[in-house]
């Protein structure tokens, strides 16, 4: 069982990336999928969250409008399309699956996998 993050690099101000979450081992289709990022001396935040059917999304306040979140089961992959990127939004990127994530506030439990993350820089 594991999950795959990818499609980190470095960009420049206003830049673009597409991050892509494969799992191995298990299908993707009945968890709920997650991007979390971890920046130094702060805590792992939530990013964006899809639901299982893809019927239903979360993304954190300072990325909505510009980050979209989507699945393709038939690919066992989500991906986290970053737009309009800045600096704040450097960070390791992490994705992470479970069967019933749920959102207190703003943090989220209940994501039972997690992947190595993917290293985001975003620098002129």
């Known amino acids: 069982v594991q999950l795959q993050a990818s499609g980190g690099g470095m960009v420049q101000p206003g830049g673009s990336l597409r991050l892509s979450c494969a799992a191995d081992?298990?299908?993707?289709?009945?968890?709920?999928v997650g991007w979390f990022r971890q920046t130094p001396g702060k805590e792992r935040e939530g990013v964006s969250v899809i639901s299982s059917g893809g019927g239903s999304t979360w993304f954190e306040d300072s990325v909505k409008g510009r980050f979209t979140i989507s699945r393709d089961n038939a690919k066992n992959t989500v991906y986290l399309q970053m737009n309009s990127l800045n600096p704040a939004d450097t960070g390791v990127y992490y994705c992470?699956?479970?069967?019933?994530?749920?959102?207190?506030?703003?943090?989220?439990?209940?994501?039972?996998?997690w992947g190595k993350g993917t290293q985001v820089t975003v620098s002129s």
């Open positions: 992470a699956a479970g069967a019933h994530p749920t959102i207190v506030g703003s943090t989220w439990y209940g994501m039972e996998h």
């Open positions: 081992g298990f299908s993707l289709e009945a968890y709920g």
